[in-house]
């Protein structure tokens, strides 16, 4: 990553600055506490991936969209429940 890249937590105080929000009201929205919102905006904490998609539909954008080109974290491929197409499914001993 390129240091002039925005930070994720930058990019969502940024977001929610431009929308007149405060860390309250953007914490009543995703039903989290006030002092998670500003965790996440400082860097100090990373949100989940639930977390990412009710900001990007907050911020009127895809959570991929909303991630790209900021130091938040590449998802782990496990966590997602549908099999990519281009990798064939393991057979039952669990082998490729």
């Not at 990373?46 to 909303?66: K, M, Y």
Request: proline share 9%; hydrophobic share 40%; aromatic share 8%.
């Amino acid at each position: 990553m390129t240091s002039d890249a925005e930070s994720f937590g930058k990019r969502i105080a940024r977001l929610r600055q431009q929308r007149g929000w405060t860390q309250e009201r953007l914490a009543e929205r995703l039903a989290v506490s006030r002092v998670a919102v500003s965790h996440i905006e400082m860097g100090l904490s990373i949100p989940s991936e639930r977390t990412v998609v009710l900001l990007a539909g907050l911020f009127d954008t895809e959570p991929h969209l909303l991630v790209a080109g900021s130091n938040y974290p590449t998802p782990n491929v496990i966590a997602y429940p549908a099999w990519p197409a281009a990798i064939p499914p393991p057979n039952s001993c669990g082998r490729y």
